[in-house]
């Protein structure tokens, strides 16, 4: 018999096994091969093979985009002539931005000077019955939530003036003739639907050293002269034509060229670096982000300022000075709630033979576009590949446990089953040894035995 030491040490080293219990539940039995059935199939399936589970990812490359306008447009109107318009002219800022406006229609005030002048009627609250109707040294500044924000076209000086032989309006300082608020009903360099457009776009993922563009590698150096994105044909063509890419945002291009709109284009990178790169293309995307439309005001009778005034869209706004409890009869305009168009103004100075500044201001509408380039790139690596496996390993483990707790609690024979996989053990009761008891019985005198 060994000493107890001995057996310490030796339970140190035994190894232990849990016992299995095989139950004939068939009911349990399905649920779990089914569940197993489905970690395993989400696991290979989704997270290793559709989602590249085994790969490392980086997510925040380095981005370039140089852009590059091309065409030329020719109008003829009174107040500029025979003018031709080329890159320098239409596309607004400078080339090579991911960000730039392309100029579709403008509105030309041609020799302004600064003098007085009465305001336009177009302009809110411009219209006048009396002086008081213009306070001197105000410059009309109003708005209506965030939607527009409309002023004076310079300094009211008190008086009000006749502008023409139907609109008296209050008199301003400032650059004169003031701009007229009539716009084509025509786009008036509707040959921009023509252009095209070059986006030349590098994208580098830093964490695989790895760099791309999309300017196609060829022999040929006609070749961008002649291609033309199209998403079946030359799905991978950077030179866009305007109009094509209009139509694909969702709009018309002549109903953005007279007032002006927004078109984001996206260029998304998706690249799977296992296979060399050979694939990494860019995918492009576009999206007509925004519309405009003119803002019209009406003048109403003083008499009945709410006669034209009709139930359903668009929603009238009424505009009047502030400090005003209620919109002076003589200032009664009803606005529709509409948005404001895409321009900006640009003017061109000079001096006169007199010694007066002069200029001529043009007020441009336009189509925004808008780049964004976004991108991804995955390459094989054991640690996202182990806590892959080790994810459904997990889901596996958490199957069996979930079986049991329904074997256990919630199958009709929960009981035996619960008796048959733990076992009660009790200690046995400690009861005396024949080697302890015998000397007990043993006569007291040893002279009285017989020998």
Aim: proline fraction near 7%; charge should be neutral.
């Amino acid at each position: 018999m060994g000493s107890p030491g001995a057996s310490a040490g030796w339970g140190l080293l035994d190894y232990k096994t849990e016992k299995y219990v095989m139950t004939r539940n068939w009911r349990v039995g399905v649920l779990q091969r089914l569940l197993q059935l489905g970690v395993v199939v989400y696991v290979v399936g989704w997270a290793l093979l559709a989602k590249k589970g085994y790969q490392e990812k980086d997510l925040d490359p380095q981005i370039s985009i140089i852009t590059k306008l091309k065409g030329v447009s020719v109008t003829q109107i009174k107040e500029l002539g025979n003018r031709l318009w080329d890159v320098a002219d239409f596309v607004k800022p400078a080339q090579g931005e991911n960000v730039f406006f392309l100029v579709t229609n403008f509105l030309v005030t041609p020799e302004q000077v600064q003098g007085r002048c009465p305001e336009h009627p177009s302009i809110p609250l411009a219209t006048c019955w009396a002086h008081e109707d213009c306070p001197e040294g105000e410059t009309g500044t109003h708005s209506h939530g965030l939607e527009f924000v409309l002023c004076f076209q310079g300094i009211k000086t008190g008086q009000c003036v006749t502008f023409n032989g139907t609109h008296r309006t209050c008199e301003i300082q400032g650059w004169c003739p003031v701009e007229s608020g009539t716009v084509p009903v025509k786009p008036l360099l509707l040959q921009a639907e023509n252009f095209t457009l070059f986006i030349k776009n590098t994208i580098t993922f830093s964490k695989f050293n790895f760099s791309k563009s999309n300017d196609l590698q060829t022999w040929d150096k006609t070749y961008f002269q002649r291609c033309r994105y199209d998403p079946l044909s030359s799905p991978f063509c950077p030179v866009f034509r305007i109009g094509d890419l209009v139509a694909a945002a969702g709009g018309v291009f002549e109903d953005l060229a007279l007032l002006g709109g927004a078109i984001g284009i996206q260029v998304l990178w998706d690249c799977n670096l296992d296979t060399g790169g050979s694939d990494c293309q860019p995918h492009y995307s576009f999206q007509l982000q925004e519309r405009s439309y003119n803002f019209r005001c009406h003048h109403h009778s003083p008499q009945s300022p709410h006669a034209a005034l009709q139930p359903g869209p668009p929603s009238p706004v009424f505009l009047w000075r502030s400090g005003q409890t209620h919109p002076s009869p003589a200032l009664w305009m009803l606005c529709s709630a509409t948005r404001l168009s895409f321009s900006h103004r640009t003017a061109t100075h000079w001096w006169e033979a007199s010694g007066v500044e002069a200029r001529s201001l043009l007020k441009l509408y336009g189509i925004r576009f808008d780049i964004l380039v976004t991108g991804q790139a995955g390459k094989f690596g054991l640690i996202p590949t182990i806590i892959t496996l080790g994810t459904g390993a997990a889901w596996l483990g958490m199957i069996t446990l979930f079986c049991d707790l329904l074997l256990l609690y919630v199958d009709g024979e929960a009981h035996f089953y619960w008796t048959t996989k733990y076992e009660e053990a009790k200690a046995p009761k400690v009861t005396a040894s024949p080697e302890q008891t015998e000397p007990a019985l043993a006569p007291s005198n040893p002279a009285a035995q017989v020998p």
